[in-house]
């Protein structure tokens, strides 16, 4: 039993097209997360989500947009894709007041 | 802004020596948590070790342990027996405000 989940694990798209990434986690957590990796490793946080609100919206490009449809599952759309979106994105939960950040395998994102 | 800093890119060690890893951080909050993350070359993010900001006391998992200095801002992780599985990318983290801030990452080769 997967904690959390994302699918595709792979992601190969042309650019200028509109792909999803989907994440689900069965550990009640209430808060989610997408964070990206870019080539160098670096891990920066993108969006969080409470219960599903929208917590914490960093500089993002307004092509990303996350979905919450309840506090289980959040996925991530991207419109238009460009060649700098690709990355591994990973989707991650955490209980409330513990620190702990549970995170999925990643989605490995190429665009050409 | 809370930053977190690991200024080792790579670091060696030979096969059931010891390695420290370094971490600094810099935040103006009181009440905070500290990670360790692994990062194998299956991509996937795993806790290695969790320390609390209000425990002195250095948290410790089997082999890998920390050395937690409060004052000086500093989290470094010490692996002992070092094995061929703990070579990976090693994150070190901090969470406060519900953020995950990662460090740059520190590679760790383990030379049998």
């Known amino acids: 039993d997967t904690a959390v989940s994302q699918t595709p694990k792979y992601l190969v798209t042309q650019m200028g097209n509109d792909k999803s990434i989907k994440c689900e986690q069965n550990?009640?957590?209430?808060?989610m997360y997408w964070y990206k990796q870019d080539s160098k490793k670096f891990l920066k946080i993108m969006f969080s989500?409470?219960?599903?609100?929208?917590?914490i919206n960093e500089t993002v490009p307004n092509r990303f947009s996350p979905k919450s449809p309840d506090k289980a599952h959040l996925n991530l759309h991207i419109n238009s894709l460009e060649l700098g979106d690709s990355a591994v994105y990973f989707c991650?939960?955490?209980?409330?007041?513990?620190?702990?950040?549970?995170f999925g395998q990643g989605t490995r994102l190429t665009v050409v | 802004a809370q930053t977190v800093t690991q200024s080792q890119p790579e670091m060696s060690v030979q096969e059931a020596e010891t390695v420290t890893l370094s971490c600094t951080y810099d935040?103006?909050?009181?009440?905070?948590?500290l990670f360790w993350y692994k990062q194998p070359p299956s991509r996937q993010m795993i806790l290695v070790i969790r320390?609390?900001?209000?425990?002195?006391q250095n948290a410790t998992e089997n082999r890998f342990s920390v050395n937690f200095q409060k004052a000086a801002k500093s989290f470094s992780l010490k692996i002992s027996d070092s094995q061929l599985g703990d070579a990976a990318m090693y994150f070190c983290a901090y969470i406060g405000n519900e953020k995950l801030t990662f460090g740059t990452g520190t590679r760790l080769t383990i030379i049998p």
């Open positions: 991650a939960s955490s209980p409330a007041g513990y620190g702990l950040t549970f």
């Open positions: 935040t103006s909050e009181s009440d905070y948590y």
């Open positions: 989500y409470n219960n599903k609100e929208l917590i």
């Open positions: 550990l009640g957590h209430d808060t």
């Open positions: 320390q609390e900001a209000y425990k002195q």
